[in-house]
């Protein structure tokens, strides 16, 4: 073979190999360019019904054939569109430039309604970018994300009623409802409240038994709650969540589910018209009126006296005034006793009303203060001795005249004399019909006075009364002490004790004789 021929076959070798070569490189190496093209997933897709959370999406940049590439997408947003009911809260997002298999991350917060179908649902994404070759232009493409809604037991409040009023302890009655379409098993609620003026058995926290809830059945739940006396008349918030069972026996716990409760107005009463006539070292009475101010009506209401004054005592510190709707008065009066170590001024009692609620709940009002005077000390009865000079030896009749002190007209006065040696009587009772507020009357007693007494002395007699007031009560009055002075006998003759001597020493010179005669 001759060398041009060699070199020619050599050289068409080479140029076949490289061909070949070229060829093999181009099916190896060579890719086509698309548009870009976004694909969406989501990592967590399950919805909760009737609850607002966060949905993250996952947007990728990817060529439809696996061995393309996507062009790069210039200054991409993205938005996600509700759908099925679902409300996004959320504006677009700003994905910036995504290359080829490149993916952007956007979360976004979504409004699940509670009554949305159980099963997958389809949320569109709209992708807006600037294609590479043409910068002004805007291309817009639409995915979608497939979301997933559970079917379970959920959990909603109906309804929510108080009767626990400002600074007391109520009961809250909370009605819960399945709202879900799969029933729940030994369902038990947690309430929790993050205000201290509002408490449950003076806790935070509360647990109370439901028990089995089939789909759309409800129960109430009641828990006793105490408001502060500092509370104020609004929504104190509350939340509540409910652990149970599900329809597969796996332990389960509800949304939190937040509700207002709102305390009833404090029941409020006020006291007025107070009347009193206390007196020192005397029983007296204090009047008045109770008046419900609340906006609710009680029951079995009673009126409570306290005092911390060692020297005034009510007879009875209770009494019942019935039952009291708003707006409505009743009236009450103490019989109270006011030593004689009382001092007479304006002094500060206390009055409580305790009554029954409308849920049958007895309770105990604020103290109401009742500012009322003492007056001074006196006499039931002002007391004279009309004429009391009796002669030594003889009786007569003592004449003392009545006068009716008190502030309230008296009867059936019934008085009772009483007396010492050398004083006596025989007729020691005297009576008044009725006596009225300072009018005066006369009571009339026998009196007689022995020979033994001392002419020119006067001697002391003790009266009292016993006596009806207007309201029938029995009282029976203080002592009263007047003069009797005693004076001659004014017959000349010899005095009852001079004859009654010498009637003496008779007897015994007559005896005398009688005993020398018989010797």
């Known amino acids: ?37 976004f694909e969406a997933s989501v990592p967590e897709p399950v919805l909760e019904p009737g609850t607002t959370q966060e949905l993250t999406v996952e947007l990728t940049n990817d060529a439809a054939d696996y061995d393309d590439e996507a062009e790069r997408a210039l200054d991409a947003n993205a938005t996600v569109a509700g759908a099925s009911g679902i409300e996004v809260l959320s504006g677009s997002r700003e994905l910036g430039t995504v290359g080829d298999e490149e993916t952007r ?36 493409t639409t995915v979608t994300a497939t979301v997933r809604v559970q079917e379970r037991a959920r959990f909603v409040v109906d309804s929510v009623e108080s009767a626990a009023p400002v600074g007391s302890t109520g009961t809250v009655a909370v009605t819960f409802r ?24 003076e806790s935070a926290t509360a647990r109370r038994f439901v028990g089995d809830l089939a789909p759309n059945e409800s129960r109430t739940v009641e828990v006793d709650a105490s408001f502060a006396s500092s509370a104020k008349t609004r929504e104190y918030a509350v939340d509540a969540t409910v652990e149970y069972e599900d329809a597969g026996g796996t332990d389960a716990t509800s949304r939190r589910l937040s509700f207002g409760v709102t305390p009833t107005p404090e029941q409020t009463f006020a006291v007025g018209d107070l009347e009193s006539t206390l007196r020192v070292g005397k029983e007296g009475e204090l009047r008045g009126t109770v008046t419900n101010t ?19 005592s009510p007879l009875e510190p209770e009494l019942a005034v019935g039952s009291l709707a708003p707006d409505e008065s009743a009236e009450f009066a103490f019989d109270i006793e006011v030593s004689d170590a009382a001092v007479a001024g304006l002094r500060q009692f206390t009055l409580r009303v305790q009554y029954r609620d409308d849920e049958g709940t007895r309770r105990t009002g604020d103290d ?152």
């Open 1 to 37: 073979m001759s060398h041009r021929l060699f070199a020619s076959v050599l050289a068409a070798a080479i140029c076949l190999s490289a061909v070949a070569t070229g060829a093999v490189g181009l099916v190896g190496v060579a890719s086509a360019t698309e548009d870009p093209r």
């Open 105 to 140: 991350t956007v979360t976004v917060r979504v409004d699940v309604p509670a009554d949305i179908a159980g099963g997958t649902h389809e949320i569109p994404i709209t992708v807006a970018y600037r294609d590479v070759d043409d910068r002004d232009e805007v291309v817009t």
């Open 178 to 201: 399945n709202a879900g379409r799969r029933p729940a098993t030994d369902a038990v609620v947690q309430f929790e409240s993050g205000n201290a003026g509002l408490t449950f058995d």
């Open 294 to 312: 609340g906006d609710r009506p009680v029951t079995n209401a009673v009126v409570l006296f306290e005092t911390e004054n060692p020297n005034v």
């Open 368 to 519: 109401l203060d009742a500012p009322v005077s003492v007056a001074e000390p006196r006499d039931e009865f002002g007391v004279e001795v009309t004429d009391g000079r009796f002669a030594v030896g003889e009786g007569g009749t003592l004449v003392i005249s009545v006068t009716n002190r008190r502030e309230e007209a008296v009867s059936d006065v019934s008085a009772k004399l009483f007396l010492d040696a050398p004083l006596s009587s025989t007729d020691d009772e005297g009576f008044v019909d009725e006596l009225a507020p300072g009018e005066t009357a006369e009571v009339t007693f026998d009196l007689s006075v022995a020979g033994s007494a001392i002419v020119g002395k006067t001697y002391p007699a003790d009266v009292d009364f016993r006596y009806e007031t207007a309201d029938g009560d029995t009282l029976l009055s203080d002592t009263y002490r007047v003069p009797v002075t005693t004076t001659e006998s004014d017959s000349g003759g010899l005095s009852l004790g001079v004859i009654g001597v010498g009637a003496v020493v008779v007897v015994g010179l007559l005896g005398a004789v009688y005993v020398r005669r018989n010797r």
